[in-house]
């Protein structure tokens, strides 16, 4: 049997909604919205990682970019387009990033993106 994926291919949440640790926890539509913490990118087949409290003036990266902010340790220090913001979530693999203050569909966001599945307990 597959791990279970999110409700709607997977959420990016900004820091309002929930964002679990436990990578068992998805969004299903008998519960609240939370973001999905197993996010993979078609593309450059990445997990996406996200920056907390964060946001960029930039709407869209080169690629390049798009590679050293994924890896980077402290943005905010590093790029001039990284920003503090109590609301907003920054979500980034290699190819591509987004940034929210509430919930959207990754079908919505970033097609590239999706829900790689949540493992459950035995």
């Known amino acids: 049997m597959s791990d279970p994926v999110c409700e709607g291919g997977g ?28 996010i993979k990118c078609r593309k450059c087949g990445c997990m996406v990682r996200h ?7 930039a709407i869209t990266l080169g690629e390049k970019e ?4 994924y890896l980077s340790e402290n943005p905010f220090k590093e790029f001039d387009f990284m920003y ?5 979530r920054v ?13 959207r569909s990754l079908d919505v966001v970033e097609p590239r993106w999706f829900c790689a599945g949540h493992p459950q307990a035995p």
């Open 66 to 69: 798009n590679a050293r902010l």
């Open 84 to 88: 503090k913001n109590k609301d907003c």
């Open 91 to 103: 979500y980034v693999c290699k190819c591509s990033f987004a940034k929210t203050m509430g919930g």
């Open 51 to 57: 920056f907390d409290k964060a946001a960029a003036k």
């Open 11 to 38: 959420w990016i949440v900004g820091m309002d909604e929930r964002l679990p640790a436990d990578p068992s926890e998805y969004y299903s539509p008998e519960g609240y919205l939370v973001g999905c913490n197993r």
